[in-house]
């Protein structure tokens, strides 16, 4: 459900006079009431004047109008009280004269009695009454019955107020933010920027009342009022004057704090935050508070500073005009340490990351520094990637809390908050692993640009897994850097919502505006949205309002697009001079002391840039986020290059069997349908074959059994897209009753996680990249609803998964399962197109590779990833075993079928499972043509599903004899051996390539070359497929088949390339 939210204190109050005349008009002349049809009179009104009625104004007016509507219905229906008073008033007494204590009432009132009412004791009734009311309209809509199946349950909050307070704050440090907020001020909230004076508030109140501000006057502001439960702004009183309460309202929502929380559905978090910032004198620091936030405030600011004058002309993207960036994180990262965190997880832009490794992770200087030299060489595997997309890992002690704590920056690309699932699933492993099930030792810290956390939508899907089961990481601290500027985007541009911020509230996260030129506002911004995190374990967004000093990088001139903005930012001061005038104006620190600190920091920075040029060799390892200990060698090599055998014992292949055709849990009643499924299962484990779906669970059930963690993610997983999966049951008569039964192949075992996705494909693919990073010892899996979904997650595959070896000296070994076939069902989800996984392949197609005895191995690490296009279940067991049995880790695709999930030919034997067995990267010719090799006219290679329809037809044909087929199960690293092999074998065949897919897309284009390279160019391989075509597949059935049996016709035709030679 969405949740439908009324703003009523967003609207000015109308009187109740307004209001009764509006209603008066748009009643209808005649309605129904118990049965009966009457017709209203509402020529009545009320004639005094609304200001001798205080609490007639505002939202209590509503009150009012529904007991006079209903007193018009039927006087008997209200209280005697009402009665009198509507009575007195329809005679044209002012309202605040009109009510008669019932106590005094006789039976037949006609006059007006002049008794003074307990006006406190009305008003705290009808104020209450009224809250009530409030509370069911503006909240109300949670808890109506709007769900025709009965299922919604959402949370109901009876207090929604303090909603506006943040519009109005001083946020902005320029004092130019007009265009970043509301451009109006709320007319029922009181400012002022002249320090709270109180003439300025009579001044404005003045101006308010005009047109009636909850029917206050300047001479209330001294009257005492009783304060009601949902606020913490009296502390220990319970009632304070109108002056008081207004100015201490100023001071918890109005200064240089903005708070946006009133969304929240939950009354125990709307009431923490109200009492973390309303409670008077709750922002107070220590001496020793303020004197820790001005060294971090100097290391921030003097970091910035050396880099420019050492390497004006570098682009660093520096931090200046946000340096309260570094306590801020460092804040977070204390009170979580004390709270039991200890492992923090973190990715950010570009912007302040190198202050980010220097100041917060404690990269060595000098490995920063020497980053710098242009002369530095390259020693690592891999190209490398600029200083400022680089990742750390650090683990250390806490000098705040004296604690371990271990500190991961995510490397990343330049595609802005990409990295953000990558966080969220690497800090989901490495919560899983540490049997952290609640979130209170891992956590993880996510930086955003302001232009970039509302404008990309990866901000939304990361958000989205947040609260899912199998994905929620139990709260994550957002801290959004707001230059208030993209490049040289304004937010006026760049963004329909008033703050960056916005996408944060679909998940109530509350939001905390802070102005970053006041460094004390922001750490205790930073301490509450570490202890929101700490206590509720749920997302939370602390918004730093700042300004960009420079432009987009240290060489870009900003001035071309917002002149007027620079030429504020060349005026402001240093937010490390203001803050340090303040201290020493206050006494907390001497100026002595801090020009000396000043002094020791910028010795330290030139202490490492001494030792810097030192530095002759760049080490990208020293720079890697997820070591694996233990798994390589001490100097980062695989301990070995083989790979032991992927096969089973059949003891093994039988239990496993068993487990996938039964149900392991007592009185569980599953579909009729599965049964049959499950009854098919178990008769091809007695004849010792498996199908498709059977093989993935023989897979997955033995690395189990190993001890090997298998999570496979993805929209419909669970039961597989095409129905062949089924790996969690239902229980049929018991609602959210399921099982799982791979979980109970043995009491020892490692736990099976198979988890349905949101409908995302960035989102969760980035997030599984992630999870794979924290352990080499999981098969972690990503399967795509359809192979050509993946296309949304391309940014994940472009700069992670395919360089990310290359860039960043990371090895990971995720896999996707891409479903991929021409089955004849229209362009959509045809085609995974495995062209583009191809041409990313880092082999080149020139050059034959030496054949070793490792050849297969040495293979595998060289390349960039696997791909793979298995034809057989018993090969795509050995691909995924390998996988995991491997010494090193690459990431692999593996485009999966659709109709061969249920193709009676595509089946595999026991046989070929068996000890000793092995993945076939290349299967051979093994039939009639294999006899006689000599006299085989044509050999065709081809790859996945074709190949059964070649076998059928060259069946058909009889041409069993001399027509040799290959099947090409790896294309990548490309099987060269193998392909050499078999061509030699069939010297005296032509060669032909086959596919289903359109020539220019498929796989033509890469295996060609790499064919003819293995032959010396000898001979042309021909192409027998699809024409080239703009889309992957034809969307008419009949087209599909002319086009199946044309290019079949050519494979078979033995005469059909003559007149190309």
């Known amino acids: 459900m969405l949740r439908l939210r009324t703003c009523a204190a967003r609207l000015r109050p109308l009187t109740a006079s307004q209001a009764a005349q509006t209603v008066a008009q748009q009643r209808p002349i005649t309605g129904t009431n118990r049965g009966h049809s009457r017709t209203f009179q509402p020529i009545r009104s009320y004639t005094a004047p609304v200001a001798s009625e205080p609490f007639l104004n505002g939202t209590s007016s509503n009150y009012v109008e529904e007991m006079y ?338 500190l991961s920056l995510v490397a990343n690309p330049s595609h802005l908050e990409a990295v953000d699932p990558v966080v969220q699933g690497k800090t989901k492993a490495e919560q899983f692993y540490c049997g952290d099930s609640d979130g209170k030792r891992v956590m993880s810290i996510l930086l955003h640009g302001d232009a970039a956390f509302a404008g990309q939508g990866i901000v939304y899907e990361t958000f989205h897994l947040s609260d899912l089961p199998s994905y929620t990481t139990h709260g994550t601290v957002h801290v959004v850097v707001n230059n208030q500027i993209g490049f040289t985007t304004d937010p006026r541009m760049a963004r329909s919502s008033p703050y960056p911020t916005d996408v944060a509230r679909v998940v109530n996260a509350p939001i905390f ?95 490492a840039y001494a030792r810097s040029k030192d530095e002759k060799i760049l080490h990208i390892k020293h720079w890697l986020d997820s070591p694996w200990p233990g798994f390589f060698t001490l100097d980062g090599q695989p301990k070995s290059m083989s790979c032991p055998s992927t096969g089973l014992t ?106 349905n996705s949101s409908l995302s494909e960035y989102g969760v693919l980035g997030f599984e990249l992630g999870f794979a990073m924290a352990s080499p010892n999981a098969l972690i899996l990503w399967e795509a609803q359809f192979g050509d979904f993946h296309n949304t997650a391309q940014c994940i595959i472009d700069q992670f998964i395919c360089p990310g070896q290359a860039k960043w000296v990371r090895q990971n070994g995720i896999v996707l399962l891409l479903p991929h076939g021409m089955e004849g069902m229209g362009p959509e989800h045809s085609s995974a197109r495995p062209e583009r996984f191809l041409q990313m392949c880092n082999d080149d197609p020139d050059v034959m590779p030496p054949i070793t005895e490792d050849f297969a191995v040495s293979q595998l690490y060289d390349c960039n990833w696997i791909v793979v296009n298995s034809s057989c279940p018993a090969n795509y067991f050995h691909v995924l075993r390998r996988q995991i049995l491997l010494p090193f880790r690459k990431p692999l695709i593996v485009f999966t079928p659709k109709s061969l999930l249920r193709h009676p030919e595509a089946r595999g034997s026991f046989d070929d499972m068996l000890p000793g067995t092995h993945f076939q990267r290349l299967i051979p010719e093994s039939g009639a043509a294999a006899q006689s090799p000599h006299a085989v006219k044509r050999l065709i290679f081809c790859t996945g599903k074709v190949y059964y329809e070649l076998t059928k037809e060259r069946k058909s044909r009889e041409m069993e004899d001399s027509v040799a087929i290959a099947r090409i199960e790896q294309l990548s690293p490309f099987p060269f051996d193998q392909v050499k092999a078999e061509s030699e074998r069939f010297s005296n065949a032509d060669l032909v390539w086959c596919q289903e897919e359109h020539k220019n897309q498929g796989y033509y284009d890469y295996v060609k070359p790499r064919i003819r390279t293995t032959i010396q160019r000898a001979k042309p391989v021909w192409y027998a497929g699809r024409d080239p075509a703009a889309a992957p597949a034809t969307g008419n059935k009949n087209t599909h088949l002319v086009e199946l049996r044309r290019f079949l016709d050519m494979a078979f035709d033995l005469q059909a390339f003559q007149d190309q030679q």
Not at 81 to 94: E, I, K, L, M, T
Request: with cysteine; proline share 4%.
């Open 69 to 406: 509507f209903a007193w018009l219905e039927d006087p008997k229906c209200v209280h005697k009280s009402w009665d009198v008073f509507f009575r007195n008033a329809n005679s044209g007494a002012a309202p605040g004269s009109a009510y008669t204590s019932p106590l005094s009432l006789s039976p037949h009132v006609s006059s007006m009695v002049g008794a003074q009412p307990n006006t406190e004791k009305l008003v705290e009734d009808h104020l209450a009454v009224q809250s009530l009311i409030r509370a069911y309209q503006v909240m109300g809509h949670h808890k109506a019955s709007l769900d025709p199946l009965g299922i919604s349950c959402v949370n109901f909050d009876e207090a929604p107020l303090n909603i506006r307070g943040h519009h109005v704050a001083q946020l902005d440090p320029l004092g130019i933010m007009d265009t970043d907020l509301d451009s109006c001020v709320p007319a029922d909230i009181i400012t002022s920027s002249d320090k709270l004076d109180l003439t300025v508030f009579m001044e404005r109140l003045r101006v308010l009342t005009v047109g009636g501000f909850y029917g206050l006057q300047e001479s209330d502001l001294d009257k005492v009022f009783r304060l009601p439960t949902t606020t913490f702004i009296g502390a220990s009183e319970s009632a304070l004057p109108l002056k008081e309460i207004i100015r201490r309202l100023e001071m918890a929502y109005c200064q240089h704090i903005g708070v946006e929380f009133m969304f929240i559905n939950d009354l125990e978090q709307c009431q923490w935050i109200r009492e973390k910032f309303e409670t008077p004198g709750v922002m107070q620091f220590t001496l020793e508070e303020k004197r820790t936030l001005l060294a971090r405030m100097i290391r921030s600011t003097r970091f910035e500073e050396f880099l420019q004058k050492k390497w004006s002309a570098e682009k660093r993207f520096g931090l200046e005009g946000c340096e309260s960036l570094i306590p801020a994180l460092k804040t977070i990262i204390d009170y979580s340490s004390a709270k039991g965190v200890e492992n923090v997880i973190m990715g950010m832009p570009h912007r302040g990351r190198l202050n980010v490794l220097a100041n917060v992770i404690r990269k060595e200087l000098e490995q920063i520094f020497c980053q710098f030299d242009s002369k530095l060489e390259a020693a690592d595997e891999g190209t490398g990637d600029v200083k400022y997309h680089l990742g750390m890992y650090h683990r250390r002690i806490n000098r705040v809390t004296d604690r371990n704590i271990t």
């Open 513 to 607: 505006h802070v102005n970053a030129d006041d460094p004390e506002a922001v750490i205790y911004v930073c301490k509450v949205a570490a202890e929101w995190r700490a206590t509720f374990h749920k997302d939370v967004v602390v918004d730093l309002v700042c300004y960009r000093k420079m432009g987009h990088n240290e060489m870009d001139e900003p001035m071309f697009t917002q002149p007027l903005m620079y030429k504020q930012i060349k005026k402001q001061k240093a937010v490390l001079q203001k803050y340090a005038e303040k201290l020493i104006t206050e006494g907390a620190v001497s100026r002595q002391e801090y020009e000396e600190e000043i002094a020791k920091y910028d010795k330290i920075c030139e202490e």
């Open 650 to 755: 059949e003891e093994n292949l039988n239990h496993i069997g068993q487990a996938a055709s039964s149900v392991p849990v007592e009185d569980f009643t599953i579909h009729g349908g599965l049964s049959r499924i499950l009854k098919a299962r178990a008769e091809m484990v007695k004849k010792r074959t498996v199908d498709w779906a059977l093989g993935e669970y023989m897979a997955f059930g033995s690395l189990l059994k190993e001890g090997i963690h298998v999570r496979l993610s993805g929209q419909d997983v669970e039961r597989g897209t095409f129905s062949h999966r089924h790996h969690v049951l239902h229980d049929q008569n018991v609602d959210k009753r399921t099982c799982i039964p791979m979980n109970h192949l043995s009491p020892d075992q490692a736990p099976y996680t198979v988890c």
